[in-house]
């Protein structure tokens, strides 16, 4: 007959809150910088917007909107950029104010210097012939107003459907070469 008292019932209790505790202290001793990599002010970013819509002008004529849930802004880094974790939708207009082409993807980041955008994720870009690019990285740069990757990408056009590895495109995604191509489909029936 095993006959227990308080004090034992305690001692048990102490006794296992103090392992725990040891136990919690060694599995987490190898994540300290970790823990203190997260908590350290320089790895937020300076400005965080949500649902935000950004318009870039030229001479008082909108050339593309860009719509996102999150925008996070880091401007104290030796290389500036902008992140949009929650992905990015962008219009680009022609001088007449339509919808020339459009981008979607589930993740994007801007870096300012190079003036260069990076989607990424689930990229489809769309022009105004319905010609579609899917792949999972699009480069963007903005100045040479070119569009490439070294990904897969599938390009569907009313004829045919495309596949390769690598592109490049002009920004609006009206002229293209495909790299590397590792497949056609045609679409027309005769």
Known sequence: M????????YNISVA??????AAMFFSCKSDIKQINSLADIK???NQSAKNIEILYSDSAKVKMKIFAPVLHRFSDE????????????????????EVESSLKS?????????????????????????????????IWERKKELLHSDKFVKITTKDEILY????????NF????????TGVINLNED
């Open 2 to 9: 095993l006959k227990r008292t308080k004090k034992a019932t």
């Open 16 to 21: 296992a809150i103090i392992s725990i505790v």
């Open 43 to 45: 790895n937020f970013p």
């Open 78 to 97: 030796k290389e500036p950029y902008v992140e949009f974790p929650d992905g990015i939708t962008v219009y680009f207009y022609t001088a007449q104010k």
């Open 106 to 138: 589930n993740y994007a980041i801007f870096y300012e210097i190079p003036d260069i955008w990076e989607a990424k994720e689930d990229v489809v870009v769309v022009n105004r012939d319905g010609d579609v690019i899917n792949t999972e990285l699009l």
């Open 164 to 171: 390769g590895e690598g592109f490049e495109a002009d920004q």
């Open 174 to 181: 009206t002229n293209y070469t495909i790299h590397k191509p």
